[in-house]
């Protein structure tokens, strides 16, 4: 794909990037390295149309690998966005997960949270707009120029 | 034009490669995070040393089936017989599909279900689809007798607890008897002379909360002293339903015809057949014994569990019925302080004697207040996760609270049997997803059905012996501080109970069972009541 940035639109974009990045990598890391941790509480307590589906998932036998893919993904997602390696790819995957989250307890009026809120959302909350950050980085590419992809892919201009 | 691109490249790895060391950042912030929040909570686990005792030994459920007669088949007699491995063709056809699974996938306790008796026709007719050859009796002495049964479960109004046991025992049969165990005081020395004679069967009472994990691990708490001196233990009930107040449904064909109504009154007042007492009993102290038998006796075992601390010495009540003016003369809303002045629960000091059981209950709001036992050293909030709050101005947690390692006022143990975790620090989430409900437990981090253990570890002790976690000490204990409490309502006095002797104070003249059984909301003495004779007088 031919993109061409100003100096510092991709300055912008690749911040945006290492920054999402650092979160998801940072949250895979330290659940990896908390062997009790596990995403039942959170799935047991989701509120919301998707509640039965979420409360199904955290009763059944598949938590186990639920939480070992939960975490992979994590990291994997955090490497991508931060080494600039397929971005794209893992962009998508980072969404998935997301919208999960936010289904998972959607901020809707009326719904009561299981857990406290650290802000208040109506509709909109800081998973939906990671989520959409991401999806600008699917749309404005810049690991082909910073990061590892610019040694497979072709060169992005810069003006 | 060589050496400009050769710069490139270089230029251009560092761009490729500028990510990697954020990437160690980001894992070194992590491996520093995690190791603090590690090395802090081995030191509390380290400190606290807490271990979940094992739940009550079972042994074999092999041999031949025991045969079990149910006397009583209401709701909660329905459960027992599900607990027990019999569900009705209604309720497999009725029930949530859910709790079907859960209910197929039980364990065989290898019973037989081989009679019953129940004084509703409609009732006893259902209990016969639970199995092939099911008998049906219409009194419990007929079921006693002729009926080919090893046990019985027990689960009647409240007055005919004790007598059914009694006779039930004295057939050489096995008794599970519901909570509260008797009905007034003489009954509840007359059974326990029952048991002491019948000395070859298992009598259990069914306080299933002695099967909750979380509180196997509170014994565990308490004997290693970490919550320090306990001064004050608030248990609670918050209802604000009708299901919670009693006011179960009225069958549609009840009637003269298909009720033994002069059976259900047994010693209890003479009155015409009246359908509402009879499929609301709890709402008559002549039948039942309102929030004192009914609730609080759960409260008060699930902390006689943990503590062992028997019959209190002194009982005061008050309340009144404040949210369901309906007839009923049993109180709605009632709070009794059980005091026991020489309980020691910390360390031996001269300082520190003496512990108030508070029991506070609403029938008119639904807002959850926690179990909290409350510590010189710690707080521990139960319910079926645990959660210990190191107390501000602990002396044993002094040092960890100077070094940092744990805050005063914040959790510094929690145990979630549902996810099998024992955690040193909890998060405001986890402890917020804790706690819902005590219908269920856990075995091995699996949700098992409370009732189910209980019912398993009476069968276990029928066959291999044993005694179980609720018997007849237990049963005596939670009867007497039961109907203490229903005294100290009616009578508007603090009652007191002499150890020695064993029995509750009396005034002199005083009849207790009378008081305690009488079919009013309360009985005034002293200036009060002759004001109101003097009144009548006039």
Sequence with gaps: MEMSYSKSQLFALVFLRILIGWHFLYEGLLKLLNPLWTSEGYLMGSTGPLQRFFHWLGGSDLMGIIDVLNITALILIGLSLTLGFRTRTFSYVGIVLLVLYYLAYPPLPGLELSAPAEGSYFIVSKNLIEAVALFVLIKFPTSAFFGIDQFFAKRIKTT | ?538
């Design chain 2, 1 to 538: 034009m060589d050496q400009e691109n050769s710069k490139l490249s270089r230029r251009s790895v560092l761009k490729g490669l500028a990510g990697i060391p954020i990437v160690g950042g980001v894992l070194a912030g992590a491996l520093v995070e995690s190791g603090s929040n590690q090395k802090n909570k081995e030191r509390i686990l380290k400190a606290l040393n807490i271990q979940a005792s094992p739940p009550p030994p079972v042994g074999s459920m092999e041999g031949d089936p025991i045969k079990i007669g149910i006397i009583g088949f209401g709701g909660r007699g329905e459960h027992l017989c599900r607990a027990a491995g019999h569900a009705t063709g209604d309720w497999l056809e009725n029930a949530q599909p859910g709790a079907i699974k859960a209910f197929k996938e039980q364990e065989n306790l290898n019973t037989k279900i081989t009679a019953v008796c129940d004084l509703f026709t409609v009732r006893a007719k259902k209990a016969i689809t639970l199995a092939e050859g099911v008998k049906r009796f219409d009194s419990y002495q007929k079921l006693l007798e002729k009926g080919d049964v090893d046990a019985v479960i027990i689960a009647t109004a409240d007055h005919w607890h004790a007598p059914i046991s009694i006779a039930a025992l004295d057939a050489g049969k096995h008794v599970y008897v519901e909570k509260p165990m008797t009905h007034n005081l003489a009954e509840t020395y007359a059974l326990r002379d029952a048991v002491k004679r019948n000395n070859r069967t298992v009598f259990a009472v069914g306080h299933q909360h002695r099967q909750t994990q979380s509180f196997l691990t509170a014994q565990d708490i308490i004997k290693k002293k970490i919550l320090g001196h306990i001064s004050l233990i608030q248990v609670n009930t918050n209802r604000n339903s009708d299901n919670g107040a009693w006011q179960y449904g009225i069958h549609s064909e009840a009637s003269p015809a298909t009720i033994d109504w002069d059976q259900f009154l047994g010693d209890a007042p003479k009155i015409p057949f009246n359908k509402e007492h009879f499929f609301r009993w709890r709402k008559w102290w002549a039948y039942g014994s309102g929030l004192s038998g009914d609730l609080m006796t759960h409260d008060y075992d699930r902390i006689n569990c943990i503590l062992n601390m028997g019959v209190p010495q002194y009982v005061s009540a008050s309340g009144g019925i404040y949210t369901h003016r309906d007839g009923r003369n049993v109180p709605d809303v009632y709070q009794v302080n059980m005091e026991y002045p020489e309980l020691q629960t910390g360390r031996n000091d001269e300082k520190t004697m003496g512990m108030t059981l508070v029991y506070s209950a609403t029938l008119g709001n639904q807002h959850n207040r926690s179990t909290l036992l409350m510590g010189t050293e710690a707080s521990m909030e139960l319910g079926n996760s645990l959660t210990v709050y190191v107390d501000p101005a602990s002396q044993q947690f002094k040092e960890m609270m100077q070094d940092n390692v744990v805050e005063g006022g914040e959790s510094i143990y929690s145990y979630d049997p549902a996810g099998n975790n024992t955690d040193g620090i909890t998060s405001a989430t986890s402890k917020y997803f804790a706690d819902k409900g005590l219908l269920w437990t856990y075995r091995d981090g699996k949700r098992v059905d409370s009732t189910f253990l209980h019912i398993k570890e009476w069968l276990s002790c029928i066959r291999n012996g044993g005694n179980p976690s609720c018997g007849i000490k237990e049963g005596f204990e939670e009867a007497i501080t039961a109907h203490m409490a229903g005294l100290a309502y009616k009578i508007g006095r603090r009652m007191e109970w002499d150890p020695l002797k064993e029995e509750i104070i009396a005034l002199p003249g005083e009849n207790l069972d009378e008081i305690l059984l009488a079919n009013t909301d309360r009985i005034y003495h002293g200036a009060m009541a002759n004001d109101l004779a003097n009144s009548m007088k006039v």
